[in-house]
């Protein structure tokens, strides 16, 4: 079993949606959550970074960790075609020798 | 943007000959990894260097050693390139424990190998 479980999609959406994106994981010495966005040939960038449970906001973006579901969410309000990427969930626990971890990532679709 | 440089860019080799791609950073951060990217596997990890000499294997390490003997730079050699290993390679840098924890990534280099 993977340490980090993300749907693959592909999702479709129309503009104006608003978008769920999910991981789980396994291990819970992890505690930094971060969504990165990856456009088609492009390294990713991050997006959205949290530490604790609870909701994050950063304009249309919402992050959100549950620690005792192991539980992960990306809200995207409003989507816009421009928001048609991968997504990816990635996780890290602190410590000498720390893995930062990768779901496998959701193709997003925001169709017109 | 963080300050990460790969290179090559792009390579294409011969299968059985050894390749080595190049991550700089000019970030001063600690950790430092490399991670393929291929269609149905996401991003999975190598190698991770915490440090300069302090280096791990990730989950695909097999057929890659690594190197990092200054904090700025971090190789990568396939020892004797396979098919197999024909790729998008990204380098990762991280502050943690210096007071920060995201990853900033490089620009990929696109690897194939013939």
């Known amino acids: 079993q993977k340490e980090v479980e993300q749907d693959p999609g592909p999702l479709s959406v129309p503009e104006g949606a608003i978008v769920s994106l999910n991981c789980t994981y396994s291990?819970?010495?992890?505690?930094?959550f971060m969504w990165y966005r990856q456009y088609s040939r492009k390294g990713p960038e991050l997006l959205m970074y949290?530490?604790?449970?609870g909701n994050k906001e950063d304009g249309r973006f919402t992050a959100q960790v549950d620690k005792s579901s192991k539980y992960i969410s990306l809200f995207i309000r409003d989507s816009q075609p421009s928001d048609s990427a991968t997504y990816l969930c990635?996780?890290?626990?602190?410590?000498?020798?720390?893995?930062?971890?990768f779901g496998t990532g959701t193709r997003l679709q925001v169709t017109l | 943007d963080a300050g990460i440089t790969q290179s090559p860019r792009h390579k294409v080799t011969e299968t059985g000959t050894p390749v080595t791609l190049r991550c700089h950073q000019t970030?001063?951060?600690?950790?430092m990894y490399w991670y393929r990217q291929d269609p149905g596997h996401g991003l999975r990890l190598i190698h991770y260097?915490?440090?300069?000499?302090?280096?791990d294997k990730g989950e695909v390490s097999d057929g890659y050693s690594v190197s990092r003997s200054k904090t700025e730079d971090f190789l990568l050699t396939l020892e004797s390139a396979t098919s197999s290993q024909t790729s998008v390679y990204f380098c990762?840098?991280?502050?943690?424990?210096?007071?920060?924890?995201?990853?900033?990534f490089g620009q990929g280099t696109r690897l194939t190998v013939v």
């Open positions: 291990n819970s010495a992890f505690q930094y």
């Open positions: 990762a840098i991280s502050a943690l424990g210096q007071g920060g924890t995201e990853a900033f």
């Open positions: 990635a996780m890290i626990y602190t410590g000498t020798a720390s893995k930062l971890t």
């Open positions: 949290t530490y604790s449970s």
């Open positions: 260097s915490y440090g300069v000499k302090d280096t």
């Open positions: 970030e001063n951060h600690r950790y």
